[in-house]
């Protein structure tokens, strides 16, 4: 069991980054196979819209983006940690998901699997927001289904934390890290 974790957030140990950590420690706690990828670390370029994709089922961009789409096949679990920015995921993860076009043209042009096998796949989102409003997280979470629809991913669920700022916020809510940890655990015991 490989879980791959993306940590979304440019603001490193900030409130994302430590909840992702818990995540990935509840997930190695129960003998998988972790491995996360910053992004504000990499360097990923926004999709051009050339349409190479469409005929190869790659994207001919040759950065940081084709780390991590190695590291989508090889993971039987996918945890997209990113904070609102703008009601949506950060910028950096907005990239990465654009560029995730290849594994759509893969899916519904070329008609091979996106991941390149059928295996079962779960993705999982955490996200926080500095606002305390209902369906705070409804944009966000129509980008992020939609991304793991496209790879054949199923929606396993989200945590999702409103009304957390500051950085490190989060640790006022040591309730909200063991649930971090706990669903690290369930992601792979299911
Ligand atoms: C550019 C930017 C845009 C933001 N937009 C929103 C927003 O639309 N809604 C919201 O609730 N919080 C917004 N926030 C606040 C962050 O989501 C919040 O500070 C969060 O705790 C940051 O998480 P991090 O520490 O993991 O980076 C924004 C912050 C920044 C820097």
């Not at 995540?23 to 926004?46: C, F, H, N, Q, W």
Request: charge should be positive.
């Amino acid at each position: 069991m490989r879980v791959l974790g993306i940590a979304g957030s440019p603001r490193r140990g900030g409130n994302t980054d430590l909840l992702l950590a818990e995540v990935m420690r509840g997930a190695a706690s129960k003998g998988a196979e972790v491995k996360t990828v910053i992004l504000s670390d990499m360097t990923i370029s926004p999709c051009q819209h050339c349409d190479a994709c469409l005929e190869v089922g790659k994207c001919r961009i040759e950065d940081d983006m084709q780390k991590v789409y190695a590291e989508f096949e090889q993971a039987d679990r996918i945890i997209l940690a990113s904070p609102l920015h703008f009601m949506s995921v950060t910028a950096q993860a907005k990239a990465m998901i654009d560029r995730c076009q290849a594994l759509w043209a893969r899916k519904y042009v070329l008609k091979i699997p996106p991941l390149g096998d059928r295996r079962e796949r779960k993705g999982f989102f955490v996200s926080v927001g500095g606002r305390k409003v209902a369906n705070l997280f409804e944009p966000a979470l129509v980008t992020v289904k939609s991304l793991f629809r496209i790879m054949d991913v199923e929606y396993a669920g989200g945590l999702l934390f409103p009304g957390i700022d500051e950085k490190g916020a989060i640790k006022k809510y040591p309730d909200a890290l063991k649930q971090a940890f706990l669903a690290g655990q369930k992601l792979v015991e299911e």
